[in-house]
């Protein structure tokens, strides 16, 4: 896939963006607030399983939230040269 490729469907996926930031940051918020939850998960089902089910869940959510504000940004700023 080339730039151009990308760039072509840019505005079909800039609709997502606003939907993704807030996903992104509810995901985010709400691990956040289970935090403290997290050792004795991991007394009940293993460390490991625990700790890296919530790297795979933050990157997840770290990743929909940093696309949203990427394309959200890139939007606004082609917004802006468009004048």
Do not use: C, H
Request: avoid cysteine; charged fraction near 15%.
């Amino acid at each position: 896939m080339t730039s151009t490729d990308r760039t072509a469907a840019e505005p079909n996926n800039a609709a997502w963006a606003p939907m993704a930031l807030l996903a992104g940051l509810f995901l985010l918020i709400a691990a956040f607030a289970r935090l403290d939850r997290m050792p004795g998960w991991a007394d009940d089902y293993g460390a490991i399983l625990v700790y890296l089910a919530f790297f795979l869940y933050m990157s997840i959510a770290g990743r929909l939230t940093w696309w949203g504000i990427d394309t959200t940004y890139a939007q606004v700023k082609a917004r802006r040269s468009g004048r």
